[in-house]
């Protein structure tokens, strides 16, 4: 007979240390729990803790008001060493840690990125080298051969270390000066690691003249700025860099999209006296929409997805036929005031991006595929040319010229051969994208069809390729940016995201067309859009048949 504790009887101690235990344990999973959750909620926001920026001297001004500004708006510290812009390379370059580089000129952001040192770029303000004197200029300096009087010190920044002595020398060196100043310098001035150290020799009286930036000589009192036409003649491009050793890509970009930003950061880059750049308008989380021919799928469906992750920004992807894509683009215009217009356009071909060119900028052609018959295996019905598509009772499928490019060059493909007419008698099925032709065929619901290279690909294993030799049948995409749009610098790294794609397209059937070049620069506007007369790929790949 089991024995029963009376109702006030002490709790067993074996008990007791469960129920701690359970209570302990609870705890710890809740506190694991909000770590993570926290720490998902941080990476999702993109902004980070802490980010380091390695920050050219001259560049204190704006930076600082700039870092303290975001600091406010999403509690991030920035930590920031300020140099030479060249010192600062090669401490990055010793140490492979940071996040962000600002440089006084591009060139040091350009030789960065060749050395691997920096993926993306950011294009902030532009300024110009001249003379500093103190304020009423004493001794009356008014043109560059006044620094090689006797009477005069003059300071320049060491053109091994600081932006603006690498671009004095080499300004001066195309004027025929460099050599005469050298001497002059180093009998009777100083070179200097950075431009804030050359302002301020000359501000407390032991320089008479030093060559800094405008800029400069706008935010340090007490100095006179003195034009010279062979300092003038040098501009200066402010670039940001996102460092490849950044172990937190999302939140860096998002800084640099802060500081790059035409209504944030460049807002005081402005009021400061730098010529800012138009940049893009500020989002916490930027959306971007990317129009996007259909054949183009398979291949950038992943760089979308990596681009978006790694900027933390929202790609919003239409996949259609050309033809469809570029009539919202007009029905947009006309109804919505260009609301919803994309900021981007990866067209099938180049004929439905000229019928929308005005409306975008320059674009560059990415790569190109070609148009072929596709037969069920084993080709039962024998088809060998398209002059057999021609033949009674033949069933054909093509796709419609006002929907999808496929069907445009289909057309002018077979007016080049003389057989339009012949084989549209022929065909039973027109449909408004590429990716819905080669289905027409493994469903048997026709005997052939007309369609990209790559779009037959997936079904290997259950169809046939016959290749046309014609020059009238291959497809170029060019992809392009938006004039309308507010994210074009976003947009710029969109296209360098593609265009360090090679192997996707490849993998895809696609021929590649860009040159090694266009893979690394970051141009104003994407290059041109050759015509139709260009569109001979330089090398044929192999089809499956």
């Not at 320049?156 to 005469?180: C, D, F, M, Y």
């Not at 994210?487 to 090694?516: C, D, P, V």
Request: aromatic share 6%; with cysteine.
């Amino acid at each position: 007979m089991r024995r029963q504790l009376p109702a006030n009887a002490p709790a067993r101690s074996g008990a007791v240390n469960s129920l701690y235990v359970l209570i302990a344990a609870a705890i710890v999973i809740l506190v694991v729990l909000g770590v993570v959750l926290w720490d998902m909620g941080r990476e999702t926001s993109g902004h980070g803790d802490e980010i380091f920026v390695f920050c050219a001297a001259g560049m204190r001004a704006p930076i600082e008001r700039i870092v303290d500004d975001y600091n406010r708006e999403f509690g991030v510290t920035v930590r920031i060493n300020y140099d030479g812009s060249n010192t600062l390379l090669s401490s990055i370059a010793t140490h492979d840690k940071g996040d962000l580089y600002l440089a006084a000129d591009d060139f040091y952001i350009s030789l960065a990125q060749e050395r691997g040192l920096v993926q993306e770029m950011l294009p902030l303000a532009r300024m110009r080298p001249v003379i500093a004197v103190r304020e009423g200029n004493p001794k009356n300096i008014q043109s560059l051969d006044d620094l090689f009087r006797d009477d005069v010190k003059t300071a320049v920044g060491n053109p091994e270390q600081a932006a603006i002595g690498k671009k004095t020398k080499q300004l001066l060196t195309a004027s025929g000066h460099w050599e005469r100043l050298e001497r002059q310098v180093t009998d009777n001035g100083v070179f200097e690691p950075t431009v804030p150290a050359v302002a301020n020799a000359v501000k407390v009286g032991a320089i008479d003249a030093g060559i800094i930036w405008d800029t400069t000589a706008k935010v340090v009192s007490g100095l006179e700025p003195v034009h010279v036409p062979e300092l003038d003649k040098g501009v200066s491009d402010v670039t940001l860099g996102v460092l490849t050793s950044t172990e937190q890509p999302t939140a860096a970009l998002h800084l640099a999209r802060y500081i790059a930003a035409r209504d944030k950061g460049l807002v005081t880059f402005g009021d400061l006296g730098w010529e800012p750049v138009d940049g893009d308008r500020w989002s916490d989380v930027p959306q971007m929409t990317f129009y996007c021919g259909s054949v183009n799928r398979r291949a950038v469906e992943s760089v979308v997805a990596e681009f978006e992750q790694r900027e933390g920004v929202r790609i919003n992807t239409v996949y259609n036929g050309c033809g469809i894509l570029t009539g919202q683009m007009r029905t947009i215009l006309d109804k919505d005031q260009g609301k919803g217009f994309p900021d981007t356009y990866l067209a099938c071909d180049v004929y439905y991006l000229e019928t929308v060119k005005e409306l975008f900028q320059d674009a560059v052609q990415i790569s190109d595929t070609e148009v072929v018959i596709v037969v069920a295996k084993g080709n039962p019905k024998n088809i060998q040319s398209l002059e057999d598509l021609a033949k009674p009772g033949m069933r054909v499928s093509v796709g419609q010229p006002k929907q999808c490019t496929i069907g445009v060059l289909t057309k002018q493909l077979l007016e080049s051969e003389g057989l339009l007419d012949q084989v549209m008698e022929n065909v039973v099925t027109q449909t408004q994208t590429s990716a819905l032709l080669v289905p027409t065929v493994t469903t048997n619901s026709v005997d052939a069809t007309l369609a990209y290279a790559t779009d037959t690909l997936a079904e290997s294993d259950k169809i046939d390729v016959i290749r046309i030799d014609s020059s009238a049948g291959t497809a170029v995409q060019p992809f392009s940016i938006a004039r309308s749009s507010d994210q074009k610098y976003l947009a710029r790294r969109f296209y360098k995201a593609i265009a360090g794609a090679k192997e996707n397209f490849e993998s895809a059937g696609f021929h590649w067309r860009l040159n090694g070049s266009d893979n690394t620069s970051q141009p104003q506007s994407l290059g041109k859009t050759t015509d139709s007369e260009s569109r001979d790929p330089s090398s044929k790949r192999l089809i499956h048949q």
